[in-house]
């Protein structure tokens, strides 16, 4: 475990000289490689699950779970970064994946372009990124009945999208 860590250092380090010498193009900047199932089920998902989980439960009384190791934690609220901390963050990738939704490129699992030039797509982004942002606020204020709120304002804007483009009797009609 050890060994792998610091290889894992010195590839990092070795990284970093490298980008120093050289700027990132416009080109490579930008580049998707995730279908939108994929974009959704990795980042979009898990995020919301942590901001949701503040609605029920109070995030500040979340412990590391007894013999594990908190910066091997594999749910954010019991890392390093947990409690509160961990649906601040949460809600900063959900604010911070509205860009991801925008990246010109990106096509559903069917193949089918995601219909990122339509307004009401465009409208939903805008919702999940102020409804992030809006969550991360409520987050530092640790007050459990702004979650609640924000909450419903969160998965208002999910659901809207879905309803449109997602929830289609066979996956070949998504998007469309
Ligand atoms: C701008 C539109 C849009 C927004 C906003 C959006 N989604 Fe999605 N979502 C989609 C589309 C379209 C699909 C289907 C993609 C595909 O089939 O490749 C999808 C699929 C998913 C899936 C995978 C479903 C499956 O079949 O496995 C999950 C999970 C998901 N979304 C969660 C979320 C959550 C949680 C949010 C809000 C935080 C959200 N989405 C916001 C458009 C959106």
């Not at 979340?62 to 609220?77: E, R, S, W, Y």
């Amino acid at each position: 475990m050890l060994r792998t860590g610091l290889t894992l250092f010195v590839v990092l380090a070795a990284c970093g000289v490298s980008a120093l010498a050289q700027e990132p193009s416009a080109n490579e900047a930008q580049q998707v490689q995730a279908n939108m199932n994929q974009l959704m089920r990795g980042v979009l998902y898990p995020a919301a699950n942590v901001v949701f989980f503040a609605q029920a439960d109070d995030p500040g009384t979340v412990k590391p779970i007894p013999g594990n190791d908190p910066a091997m934690a594999t749910d954010p609220l019991t890392s390093t970064y947990g409690g509160w901390q961990a649906i601040e963050n949460a809600a900063m990738a959900l604010a911070e994946s509205a860009n991801l939704l925008l990246i010109p490129g990106r096509a559903c699992s069917n193949g089918v372009p995601a219909p990122m030039k339509d307004p009401d797509w465009s409208k939903f982004v805008r919702e999940v990124r102020s409804a992030g942002m809006n969550a991360y606020k409520a987050a530092q204020t640790r007050n459990q009945d702004k979650m609640i709120e924000i909450s419903e304002e969160l998965s208002t804007a999910c659901a809207g999208c879905h309803l449109k483009w997602r929830n289609r009797r066979t996956p070949a009609d998504r998007c469309k």
